[in-house]
């Protein structure tokens, strides 16, 4: 079942990557006591994902910033993966990029769907959510593949 607003995130781990390497992160160390605009993708480096879902939050970065929010990026791909699409984003240290990748937390939220047949495999629906405290407060979840209206910075800021 997926999640929905007035829910707490699930405990799960991510992965981050570290100077030391990759190290876990629990969602209680990313979202306890904070607000938090988190948004999912299926996949880093993604046409999408890269030039559309990204920007969308990097240009945004200061008016979260403003309303008290720290923005993060999950997606099934492993921790070197996100790091390096971290820094060709242009998000390193400004967005925290959160690896899932055995699937833990997207599966916990009920968000996962079979890219299979395309070429992805198992991976995240594009949804973006405002989270306060460990609890969901908003969320949107994108209807279409290829598509990021719903789900982009600009709605995300709308709902805060």
């Known amino acids: 079942m997926a ?26 160390e990313v979202f306890k006591g904070k607000k938090v605009a988190l948004f999912a993708v299926p996949g880093a480096f993604t ?13 945004n970065l200061a008016n979260f910033t403003a309303k008290g929010a720290e923005v993060a990026v999950v997606s099934v791909n492993d921790p070197f993966v996100m790091k390096a699409w971290a820094e060709k984003s242009g998000g390193d240290g ?13 599966k916990a939220v009920g968000m996962e769907f079979d890219g ?5 495999g198992l991976r ?6 405002l989270v306060e405290d460990g609890t969901v407060k ?9 598509k990021c209206e719903l789900t982009s910075g600009d709605a995300l800021l709308k709902q805060m």
């Open 47 to 59: 046409p999408t994902c890269s030039n559309l879902h990204m920007p969308s939050f990097l240009n």
């Open 94 to 106: 400004k967005i925290e990029f959160l690896a899932d990748g055995s699937a833990e937390f997207t």
């Open 3 to 28: 999640i929905k607003v007035g829910d707490k995130l699930p405990a799960a781990t991510f992965r981050v990557m570290t100077s030391e390497g990759p190290k876990p992160r629990t969602t209680d």
């Open 116 to 120: 299979a047949m395309p070429v992805l």
């Open 124 to 129: 995240s629906k594009r949804y973006s959510m």
């Open 138 to 146: 908003a969320l949107n979840v994108e209807d279409a593949p290829g």
